[in-house]
Structure formats: structure tokens, C-alpha cells
């Protein structure tokens, strides 16, 4: 257990549905972060979230939409995704310290497997 | 941050040592080395990091060459729950308005045998 779960763990949808990916960490840190892993790629990062907000977005398709809404709480929406998209989504976070360095080591959820039809 | 070049695998026999090599030649003077690993189908997991000196903790030792151009992740007494993707990253430690981007490699795959 590392403080950070995911839900669901495995999730099926169509090109057409709509779905949700959540995570929560119990770890008191404020920045939040969703990597995708497709098979035999490496680990990509999709989206940080520092504090709420947005930090940085590496080029990924409007078809996922992410949401914080508060320091513990990260979601990925899902919606009309390719069967391209399916990979491992891995949700991570961290302890930002703005006032000393910190080396910001990062804690991993168990993932989301995730199959588009 | 700087590129790092590790093979794709090795073996290991349970028991002993798992020396597993990293070469970051183009490191500056303000990135740190972390290794994280990879046990499949899970996330990955904060091993050590090091900046010039070497390291240790429960779970390995960290020896990075004087030059910093390379270093060397030790797990001193391989088991099989060893067995994962391991990951040499090289970044700017965070602090103040950065939070230290993590960019993952292939990795080596590490396999210790019975």
C-alpha cells in the first residue's frame, strides 16, 4: 500500500461511452500527477495538477479531460476514445515544499487497466 | 533533464547481489539520479536517489562514479519479489515552484532466478 488507490482497477468501454477514472491519496501531499502506459512504452506523462491547478498538460487528446478538485481527489474523464487509448493510466503524488527543496518523491497508485473497445 | 542509457536486461540468482548499471553522461551539475522500479502490473516504486555521494537505505545502495557520468543501483541480497522493471531517472530536484518532472526510460528488466 502506498496512499494512493485507483478505481476502478480494470474497466472495459466502448468508443462511444463516457467513464471516469478516480484516485485518491491519503498521504497529505498537494500535487497530483495521471501517467499513461501503453504496452512495451515507456511510462508518459499526461497531466500534473500542483496544488490544484494545473501545471502542465504534454499534449494529450481533449478525449480526456482531467479534474481536481481538491488536493486529494484526481480524476481522468473519459470520453469517445480510441482502442489506441488502452493502456495502464497510473495516477501518482507528491509533496511540493515551496518554502525548501524537496526531492519530490513521488508515490504510485496500482492503476487503472484500461480496454477500449 | 538528462538522458540515461540502461540495458534492457539482466539476470540475477536469488540471494546474491544485483548490480544494475546506468550511464547519464550528459548530467549537469544540479540533477539528481533516482531509481524507481516496476513490479508488473504495478505502479512504480521510489527505490533511492543520489546526487554525488553514495547512498543507502533499506531497500538498496546507490554508488555514482566520481565524475557522475554513471552510476550503479545495488540490491544487495536479490530475491525473487525483486524481480521488475528498473528505472534510472535524472532530473532537477524539486523545490520552490517546480515539481520535479519525472521522465521514465525502458528500463532494465530484472529477473532473479531460483
Known amino acids: 500500500e502506498t496512499g494512493v488507490t485507483q478505481t476502478p482497477r480494470h474497466l472495459v468501454m466502448g468508443m462511444t461511452n463516457k467513464k471516469s477514472l478516480k484516485c485518491e491519496q491519503h498521504?497529505?501531499?498537494?500535487?497530483m500527477y495521471w501517467y499513461k502506459q501503453s504496452a512495451k512504452k515507456p511510462l508518459e506523462l499526461m497531466f500534473v495538477?500542483?496544488?490544484?491547478?494545473?501545471?502542465e498538460n504534454n499534449s494529450v487528446p481533449s478525449r480526456f479531460s482531467p479534474e481536481c478538485p481538491n488536493s486529494s481527489h484526481l480524476f481522468l474523464h473519459l470520453h469517445t476514445l480510441q482502442p489506441e487509448d488502452s493502456a495502464l493510466y497510473l495516477c501518482?503524488?507528491?509533496?511540493?515544499?515551496?518554502?525548501?527543496?524537496?526531492?519530490?518523491?513521488?508515490?504510485f497508485g496500482p492503476g487503472t487497466r484500461l480496454t477500449v473497445l | 533533464d538528462a538522458k540515461t542509457t540502461q540495458p534492457p536486461s539482466m539476470d540475477c540468482a536469488e540471494g546474491r547481489a544485483a548490480n544494475l548499471p546506468c550511464n547519464h553522461s550528459?548530467?549537469?551539475?544540479?540533477?539528481?539520479v533516482y531509481w524507481y522500479r516496476q513490479i508488473h502490473s504495478q505502479g512504480p516504486q521510489y527505490i533511492i536517489h543520489?546526487?554525488?555521494n553514495n547512498e543507502t537505505n533499506e531497500m538498496a545502495s546507490l554508488i555514482i562514479t566520481e565524475d557522475r557520468k554513471s552510476s550503479t543501483l545495488i540490491l544487495p541480497h536479490a530475491t525473487l519479489r525483486d524481480t521488475a522493471v528498473y528505472y534510472c531517472?535524472?532530473?532537477?530536484?524539486?523545490?520552490?515552484?517546480?515539481?520535479?518532472?519525472?521522465?521514465f526510460g525502458q528500463g532494465t528488466i530484472l529477473t532473479v532466478h531460483p
Open positions: 501518482a503524488s507528491s509533496q511540493r515544499v515551496l518554502w525548501a527543496p524537496s526531492y519530490n518523491e513521488q508515490f
Open positions: 498521504l497529505g501531499h498537494n500535487a
Open positions: 495538477y500542483s496544488l490544484e491547478e494545473r501545471v
Open positions: 550528459t548530467i549537469s551539475g544540479n540533477e539528481y
Open positions: 543520489g546526487l554525488k
Open positions: 531517472i535524472v532530473r532537477v530536484r524539486a523545490g520552490g515552484t517546480s515539481y520535479g518532472k519525472l521522465t
